[in-house]
């Protein structure tokens, strides 16, 4: 049977690697509250150092993003220095998930001989499955936190629950 992204079980070895992750232009690492505030704690940068706000066009969602090029990223290392404090986004590279779509995708290419994909069955590395949990809870917040940010939030009629409705 055909392996889904989610179940796509891989292994990476990233203290080999130099930037390649951190350095993707193409790419928006969104941020929820929670995460700046990490980061800022961590590192004693303001928000403003690091984030940049984009709207979605569609939904007027007002959401924040990591200003790329990764200030975090040190530029002679090519290490990350908020290793243990980064975003979902950049924890669970290379796959993306992506809060605007939906989606998830593996960018494989980028890590090269860092990325090892495993039989499903091992009992190394991880998938994105097991991330299921924390990704649905960071869409949402991600959502929750564009919608509030966005000026047509005005015209929005007040919700009774957290979840009716839809974004």
Request: with cysteine.
């Amino acid at each position: 049977m055909p392996q889904t992204i989610h179940s796509l079980r891989v292994e990476t070895t990233c203290a080999k690697c130099k930037d390649n992750c951190c350095s993707q232009p193409y790419d928006w690492v969104y941020l929820t509250q929670a995460e700046i505030a990490r980061l800022t704690d961590a590192t004693g940068r303001q928000e403003s150092d690091f984030v940049v706000k984009r709207t979605n066009v569609v939904t007027g969602g007002v959401f924040a993003a990591l200003d790329l090029p990764c200030v975090f990223l040190d530029k002679l290392s090519g290490k990350c220095t908020v290793h243990s404090v980064r975003p979902l986004v950049c924890r669970l590279f290379p796959f993306y998930a992506d809060p605007v779509t939906g989606q998830a995708m593996f960018y494989p290419s980028q890590c090269g001989s860092n990325l090892v994909l495993l039989s499903p069955d091992s009992s190394r590395g991880w998938n994105l499955a097991q991330y299921r949990g924390a990704v649905e809870e960071w869409i949402r917040d991600i959502w929750k936190e564009a919608l509030k940010r966005s000026p047509k939030n005005a015209s929005y009629p007040a919700s009774k629950t957290d979840s009716e409705g839809s974004p």
